[in-house]
């Protein structure tokens, strides 16, 4: 359920999986999800939680004593019943070295290139936090808002409107005036060989050699 809802494409199987766990019929909502691509072998993941793991454990220092993530999680399972648990529980965080570098503080004091594209409905960084890192960079960023849902913004979700504002900061550096609002795009998501998608990618790989 958690990985489904970091893609608006796999919500179909994903209620359709649902409705079929409702009338007890686990066959049938397993084959669901393995048609729609839910189900994945676990080698091609261990790179991908890796990498994300050594971005989250590397980012600060985590808490060490179990005692309190078992805390977290009775309380959390009761506010978050769907994911609460899973996310308070214990990770390799915990075992972590501490960090090398200390905390880098969020100012506006700095040159103004950062683009911060966001979904309002991203279910794993959530258009809040992006809001407050907006107003923490003050004039040194731009935000692109889509209206969407999905992790990905940047050649995901088929939204041109964001799609072309990111390419043209990836290409030139340019940011936009002000802020953007994405409005949802019906049917717009760009699969793996559309060619805005192919064409966007090459510019930035021949942007990539130049430089």
Known sequence: MRGTLYGEDGFPAFAQAWQQLKLDDAAGARETAREAGLLRAAPPEDSSAATLLSILCND?????????????????????????????NISPCAFWQPPLDKTVEITDDGPANVLIPQNTR?????????????????????????????????????????????????????????DEFCQAESGARTKADDPRREDALRKLRARQRLG
Do not use: Q
Request: with cysteine; charged share 25%; hydrophobic share 35%.
């Open 60 to 88: 600060t220092s985590w808490p060490r004593a179990v005692a309190s993530y078992k805390k977290d999680v009775r309380t959390d399972r009761r506010r978050y019943p769907l994911l609460g648990a899973f996310a308070a």
């Open 122 to 178: 991203d279910p794993a960084t959530i258009e809040s936090g992006a809001v407050d890192l907006r107003r923490a960079l003050g004039k040194r960023a731009r935000m692109v808002t889509v209206d969407g849902g999905g992790h990905g913004v940047y050649l995901t979700e088929g939204n041109a409107c964001a799609d072309n504002a990111t390419t043209r900061f990836l290409l030139g550096g340019s940011l936009p005036e002000t």
